[in-house]
């Protein structure tokens, strides 16, 4: 087994129909990365920044602690991209003290709707530039992409690049090294999804956050177990926002790829590949079962069979029956 799976981490990611896939890792600390290339990942798709932030009694971590981080995973990658999330904190993911502003998010009603992500960080201007110059400076070092969670405004955007202007402008006058790097957004908010080709104008890549974009098309908290059965990822009005959101970044020529858990599960290795998703990113450990299910997948032949199962009263049935023929057995 072990050394199936040693073999398995050389092996190309590459449908039976020539389709090269990305496999990418989902990581919480540099420590993470070695992990990640024992696995095979070709990258890290998203480093939740916010583990550097939780934990913490003291201080929030500043621009040198945070750029030692965010310069570890990008060396220990070994000029692989990192794709580094700008901090998602917020009500449901709570600092043990928000301890640059007055926040008491233990007494806010709907924490999911509320002051959390990229809501927080334009809400705490001076920490987000300090997060923002550590990503840069990190991208002296490798191939950096930041990628920013719960958009769901353009004025959002507006504001993240006129931060960004800022803090190139303030690394170039102290004489820091940095280097290019993509912008891109997590789709996980609906209504980023149903705008998409307006966003797509000013970013270079999507990550489809699966996890939230479930919670907040069902109304479904996802931490809370008495409507835990009703959060279901073959919804079909889940399925519709995930395929749109693919075709519509493939249309704008602008990078996709799936970072909440549906790419990590082989349960929906098939579906993604049929919606034309070709990089998939999660926990380092699910890497070698994806990558086994892709190796036996017809991605044009999945593809033909999609309409029929986002059509399908039930998607998950439908999905299963179809699908299955478009694999190679063993
Ligand atoms: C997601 O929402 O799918 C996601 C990847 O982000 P997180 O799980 O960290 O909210
Ligand atoms: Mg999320």
């Known amino acids: 087994e072990r050394a199936r799976l040693a073999r398995l981490r050389h092996t190309p990611a590459v449908t039976l129909d020539s389709e090269r896939v990305e496999l990418l890792a989902n990581i919480e600390l540099p420590a993470d990365a070695p992990a990640a290339l024992m696995a095979g990942a ?19 971590p500043g621009e040198d602690e945070q750029f030692e981080a965010y310069r570890a995973a ?22 043990d003290r928000m ?23 334009l ?64 789709i996980e908010v609906p209504a980023a999804a149903m705008m998409l080709p307006l966003m797509l104008k000013h970013v270079d890549f999507i990550s489809i956050g699966t996890n939230d974009l479930i919670q907040y098309t069902l109304a479904i908290d996802r931490a809370d ?6 959060y279901d990822a073959w919804h079909p009005a889940v399925l519709q926002l995930i395929a749109q959101s693919i075709s519509q970044a493939h249309a704008a020529g602008k990078g996709v790829s799936v970072c909440g858990e549906m790419a990590g599960d082989v349960a929906f290795t098939d579906l ?14 699910q890497i ?41 057995p063993t």
């Open 42 to 60: 070709t990258g890290v798709g998203l480093f939740r920044s916010e583990f550097l932030f939780m934990n913490r009694d003291g201080e929030l």
């Open 74 to 95: 990008v060396e220990a990658m070994k000029g692989m991209p990192v794709t580094i999330r700008t901090v998602d904190v917020g009500a449901d993911k709570p600092l």
């Open 99 to 121: 301890s640059t502003s007055e926040l008491r998010h233990e007494h806010v009603l709907n924490p999911a709707l509320g002051l959390r992500a990229i809501r927080w960080c």
């Open 123 to 186: 809400a705490e201007p001076s920490m987000f530039r300090q997060q923002l110059r550590a990503i840069y400076r990190a991208s002296a070092y490798g191939k950096v992409r930041l990628l920013v969670p719960m958009v769901a405004h353009l004025s959002e955007l507006r504001m993240i690049h006129e931060a960004l202007t800022r803090v190139r402008q303030q690394l170039t006058d102290s004489g820091h090294a940095f280097s290019h790097v993509e912008i891109g957004v997590m």
């Open 225 to 230: 177990e008495a409507v835990a059965h009703l």
């Open 272 to 285: 993604l590949l049929a919606m034309g998703l070709r990089s998939f990113s999660m926990h380092p450990s």
């Open 288 to 328: 070698p079962a994806v990558k086994q299910r892709l190796l036996r997948a017809d991605a044009s032949r999945l593809a033909s069979q999609l309409p029929e199962v986002l059509a399908s009263e039930d998607p998950q049935q439908t999905a299963q029956a179809l699908f299955s023929s478009a694999r190679s």
